[in-house]
């Protein structure tokens, strides 16, 4: 089945990302491997914000595991980028986050993708359970909710 390009009402929590001129490639557009970028951006910047991410001293760290993007039409410098935000599933130790990459205040998406985070002990690397605040984080973008959070 051929990927579509979602609505930006698809998403749940937003957040703006600039795009940067060294985003871009010789081509004039931003290169693909920056969208990557752009995924850990939302996603984690989301965490830090809600106080459940400490990327210095945390015990339990989420490690990509799968990742994946389609694209549908360019994005480039000087584009502000509003990168949307859900969760597609919760597991007991793994979440999927979906993120819809959208060009200033287009509807439609220009990229969407996704990626699995496995929460493992930074220590031995292996999977544990989210801790509790975490997914206390994350339930309200699980696709479906009721509400949104910008």
Sequence with gaps: MKPHAEHRSAYLHFQPI?????????YG???N????????????????RQGVLDIESGSTIGLV?????????SLSFPDTVMAGLRVARL????VRYEVGLFS???????AQGHFVHVYVDRATRRP????EP???????????GAHAHG
Excluded: K
Aim: charged share 15%; aromatic share 12%.
């Design 29 to 31: 557009h931003v290169n």
């Design 33 to 48: 491997v920056v969208y990557y970028s752009y995924f850990d951006t939302v996603v984690n910047s989301y965490l830090i």
């Design 65 to 73: 595991i799968e990742t994946q993007c389609n694209y549908f039409s």
């Design 18 to 26: 600039t795009t940067r001129w060294m985003d871009n490639d010789v």
């Design 128 to 131: 544990v359970p989210l801790p």
């Design 104 to 110: 200033g205040d287009n509807e439609i998406a220009a």
């Design 91 to 94: 597991g007991t130790s793994s």
């Design 134 to 144: 975490l997914r206390r984080a994350l339930e309200p973008l699980l696709a479906g």
